[in-house]
């Protein structure tokens, strides 16, 4: 039973080191620098044993864009958990959103706009995808009204993810970064 369970946590601890390797080179180099080869390189393990973790750079994507749903689930219930209000915690989500994919932009390119196999909005999405969709909901619940509460999340989760996305890809003004924020939250706020 040792050998079996030191085995294992072997294992995870190689795909821990994978999943890190690929977003340290993500975010330093961009996702066209993250090949199998790089990776194997950089935490000195040979591609046959990434390939027995992951099917390759597509599912290690995926893994990444798992965990950084993770982190982004903490953040926004950092945020929410520290407003002094309703309206200050759907300002301080939102603003935690919009920094979180300024601060971590490959990062934030594996969770929405690269194609990686993850179940959204379904019965099979991952435990850490769903949090951090529930982090939203749970945000905007006390001011949905009489909304229904996913749909109002996902047009509010839509709205971030635009201005960020015309933002980050220069079609946006930077300098009104702030002032769109707080159009679309007095907008959600209503």
Do not use: N
């Not at 369970?5 to 995870?12: D, K, L, N, P, Y």
């Not at 300024?102 to 934030?108: F, H, Q, V």
């Not at 995808?129 to 996913?150: C, H, N, Q, S």
């Amino acid at each position: 039973m040792a050998i079996r369970e030191r085995r294992e946590r072997e294992r995870a601890e190689r795909e821990r080191a994978i999943v890190a390797a690929a977003r340290e080179l993500a975010e330093s180099e961009g996702w066209d620098a993250v090949t199998t080869r790089r990776l194997a390189a950089q935490i000195e393990y040979s591609q046959p044993v990434l390939y027995s973790h992951f099917k390759g750079k597509d599912a290690i994507m995926a893994a990444v864009a798992v965990e950084g749903f993770g982190d982004l689930g903490r953040e926004l219930a950092a945020a929410r958990t520290a407003a002094i209000d309703e309206r200050h915690a759907v300002a301080d989500v939102a603003a935690a959103y919009t920094a979180f994919a300024e601060r971590r932009p490959a990062l934030y390119d594996a969770m929405f706009t690269l194609a990686v196999d993850l179940p959204f909005a379904s019965q099979d999405v991952p435990v850490d995808l769903a949090r951090g969709f529930a982090e939203l909901a749970e945000t905007l619940r006390p001011v949905a009204g009489d909304d229904d509460l996913e749909t109002f999340t996902e047009t509010f989760w839509s709205g971030l993810h635009g201005l960020v996305t015309l933002m980050r890809s220069g079609r946006l003004r930077r300098a009104d970064h702030d002032r769109r924020l707080a159009l679309l939250v007095d907008r959600f706020c209503r």
